[in-house]
């Protein structure tokens, strides 16, 4: 049982809560342990935020649809971490992406009220979604002030680093050509010469219509030296 | 007073709150209101936020300074509205922008220790900081998800959506025009015809080195007619 707690403990939004505390929110509220085999469906795309949950053991694979472009994104998340935290509340409560298991995979959650309970019961929480919340809309506008500042690894590393959320792995994009070249503002010739340079540098892996990123904050370290 | 009290209910993250609470929170808070005028510094891009910032009367210049990149971003705020709330918690509690008196102008504030004090005492308090930080994320996910849907006007679009918040006025980029196209993923000839034609639909006007558009929100509502 120790285990589960530090474990817990490792999680985002409960990271730095007192152990005392932590043993009395599980008498207190139904935190539920889930398990899901491999390629099994988590939650779909624009279903409702109806709970909290977390990636407690194992991997999940997340799909990003995308119903105007032809651009899809897909990417792996281990334990621990928590998942689309950022849609819970707001005026569009519900998730923007597929969520399945990757191999055996344990999920942690709580519904929405009970966790606004928490939240309100202890500082710690609080300050925990507050920073959460916050880091994601300031790192979009610094990003975004760096616009211009491109070239071609700089502007995947921003497409990366504000669709994709950090340590994730075995990040696929699926495109047609021509869009990745309207998407990135270059021409075919260039894309290609950059592509292979990227790859040479271990940093992606590319076919006509896919690139293959392993490490997401990997490419971003190297797209930014 | 009666009239402080409604305005003070139309700011965001104020909304919602009972006329009696907000009675008892102007006596237990110190709840500054501040004058400025025309053209004086509010504060400078990268000050800290210590204090939950309102525009409760006039309107205030915000100047996006931008390190790496050589485009600049203006644009004015209106009463009632909040300033950089997004900022103030999170990795880097810094204002990314200058803000400026345009005309008289009339700020509300309280201390950043004392905001929290009023989260933590009132669920209405707490869900509109939590749906105020949310809707920036999410608006960042799903504009970005269309990022390959573009022409120009619609990638102008995408810029001003993360940049500048809605009901924003005046807004001015300046560029080199090399910038822009890089930026906007376009040929210099496509850019001119673009930025004639939206001239004639009066969505902006342009020079060698600047765009203005006078109305965000019509900007967008036009550019994804």
Do not use: W
């Amino acid at each position: 049982m120790d285990n589960v707690f530090d474990k817990m403990r490792d999680l985002p939004l409960l990271q730095g809560i007192s152990e005392t505390t932590l043993h009395s929110l599980l008498e207190k509220y139904p935190f539920h342990f889930l398990k899901y085999g491999d390629g099994e469906k988590i939650f779909s795309c624009d279903d409702p935020c109806t709970h909290i949950r977390f990636i407690f053991s194992g991997a999940v694979r997340f799909v990003v649809k995308s119903l105007v472009s032809k651009i899809s994104i897909s990417y792996s998340l281990e334990a621990p971490n928590a998942m689309g935290a950022e849609f819970l509340f707001g005026r569009k409560p519900n998730y923007p992406f597929d969520a399945y298991a990757q191999g055996e995979c344990g999920i942690l959650q709580l519904t929405k009220a009970d966790y606004i309970k928490i939240i309100q019961s202890d500082d710690v929480f609080l300050f925990n979604i507050l920073n959460y919340l916050s880091r994601n809309a300031q790192e979009t506008t610094l990003r975004l002030l760096s616009l211009s500042h491109g070239n071609i690894p700089k502007r995947l590393s921003l497409m990366l680093e504000s669709l994709v959320p950090p340590h994730a792995s075995q990040v696929e994009l699926e495109f047609k050509q021509k869009d990745l070249c309207l998407m990135l503002g270059s021409r075919r010739s260039s894309l290609l010469t950059s592509l292979e340079d990227m790859k040479k540098k271990h940093m992606l892996d590319y076919t006509q219509s896919s690139i293959t990123i392993e490490d997401r904050d990997f490419f971003i370290d190297m797209a930014n030296l």
